[in-house]
């Protein structure tokens, strides 16, 4: 119950915060019908700048494609969510 509140607080934070910066979510929005990841769309041709990025900052992510997959687990903080959102901020579209 602990991890599951901690994920969804997380997931929370990644979807206000990625919205906030205009960028697409593919999760569903209601957590109920989601799972421990989160989906964001990213502009084309960003997606290997964001993810080396993310390890320059030793966050770590997956990309399939445009899509960068993000699952906050127990070992991921506030403090991580918020490193992630300013990479994720300097994107250029």
Known sequence: TALLAHNRALASSLIGGA?????????????????GSIMIQLPPGTSQRVLTELRDAELYADCRGTTLRLSPGNMTSADGVERLLQVLARIES
Do not use: K, M, T, V
Not at 19 to 35: F, M
């Open 19 to 35: 919205g906030d910066l205009g960028l697409r979510i593919a999760s569903p929005p209601d957590e109920r019908r989601r799972g």
